[in-house]
């Protein structure tokens, strides 16, 4: 392991002498008379700490650590300054100017063996906590790209049946995606999931459900069929206390029938053009992943022109964060709330409609931000 580097930057020699004599030992010292001459030596050999003496001709120490600070030393690097005085303006000048602490004259060993080891000690920590950081943020970026990969760039595209999404994570790698997949020629295929959990694993098993979700629904026309040979793919690669909640439907295209199942979501609603009312769509089973050999049941409706079916991650659960006199402070959005802002928002076009949803919705949380990814899948038969 490497030692630790400190400059010391005295002006007087004897001084200086007895600096190195006390952290030899311990540290590979650099040694400055200036400076100027602390400067140059901290471009070539950048320090650790920096024991930095106030008074010095030419640059004293406070000019000294102003240019030390602009760029030439790692602004984490602690400074102490080395002084005789014992006045407290100079103290708080030179804290204000970046120094972490003061070591007066004449200097006491232990006094100065514990305030450099502390020093240190603390930056260390520092530079690891920002190396593990940056670690983080690279794997996080590395998550929000395979998340953002899962969302389908476009939908498919069919005469009588249109979709449209809106999908506003809580962080850079959220826990939600959702899927339209054409399945030959007369059936198109959709999907809601939310990943238990967020950040590099729930991108990863969202990934993963994807691929065994595009690669099993070309060749299985059943939705309960579906999700029971993933949840027994899923229960054998997901820890124990990951799951996913995963609604699945296919629209035939000649007949306008819909079949479905539901594990676990939250219930989506079929709003009915005619007679403008919804029914929820909660046919199904368990969750995904959590149990295994599970079996899922199917639901079969019939679609008209103008029947939307809304799917929905969050937005009940959602609580306002209103003031406490208001009516809503503390409660849910709800599902009744939800069903009317749908019902209210019917005669808009399918592009406008859920933006209008999410405005109400932060109208009632008295926030944009919330504490889960907000996510919303429409289709309408057209």
């Given amino acids: 392991m490497s030692r630790s580097r400190v400059l010391v930057v005295e002006d007087h020699p004897l001084s200086r002498r007895i600096l190195e004599t006390m952290l030899t030992k311990s540290y590979d010292v650099i040694s400055a008379a200036s400076g100027h001459e602390a400067i140059e030596k901290a471009r070539n050999q950048p320090p650790d700490l920096v024991l930095l003496d106030i008074e010095m001709p030419g640059l004293n120490g406070f000019k000294t650590l102003e240019i030390l600070k602009s760029g030439i030393i790692d602004p984490a690097v602690p400074v102490i300054f080395l002084t005789a005085l014992e006045d407290s303006k100079s103290r708080e000048t030179g804290l204000v100017a970046g120094a972490v602490d003061y070591i007066t004259k004449p200097y006491d060993k232990q006094e100065l063996s514990i305030k450099v080891k ?59 995606f959702y899927d339209v997949i054409q399945l030959g020629p007369s059936k198109i295929g959709f999907a809601e999931v939310d990943v238990s959990g967020h950040g590099v694993a729930s991108a990863m098993v969202g990934a993963m459900f994807k691929m065994a979700f595009q690669s099993f629904a070309s060749t299985t026309g059943s939705p309960a069929e579906l999700l029971k040979v993933i949840n027994d793919q899923m229960f054998g690669v997901l820890p124990d206390s990951d799951f996913l909640t995963v609604f699945y439907g296919i629209i035939d295209l000649e007949t306008l029938e819909m079949t479905y199942t539901n594990a676990g979501h939250p219930r989506p609603f079929l709003f009915r053009y005619f007679p403008k009312d919804i029914e929820e769509l909660g046919v199904g089973g368990p969750l995904v992943g959590a149990l295994l050999g599970m079996e899922y049941e199917e639901g079969v409706v019939r679609l008209q022109t103008g029947d939307r079916v809304l799917l929905t991650f969050m937005l009940s659960s959602c609580l306002s964060y209103g003031l406490e006199n208001t009516e809503d402070s503390g409660n849910f959005y709800g599902v009744d709330r939800l069903k009317k802002t749908f019902i209210n928002s019917s005669s808009l076009n399918l592009q406008e409609t859920l933006p209008v949803i999410l405005d109400n919705l932060v109208e009632f949380h008295c926030s944009e931000t919330f504490d889960d990814d907000i996510t919303m899948l429409l289709m309408e038969i057209v």
Wanted: net charge negative.
């Fill in 118 to 176: 502390n020093h240190l000690a603390l930056y260390e920590a520092r530079k690891e906590i920002e190396a593990r950081n940056r670690v983080m943020a690279r794997e996080m970026e590395m998550a929000s790209q395979l998340q953002r990969s899962l969302l389908p760039e476009e939908f498919p595209k069919h005469e009588h049946v249109v979709f449209s999404a809106l999908y506003k994570p809580v962080s850079p790698a959220g826990g939600d």
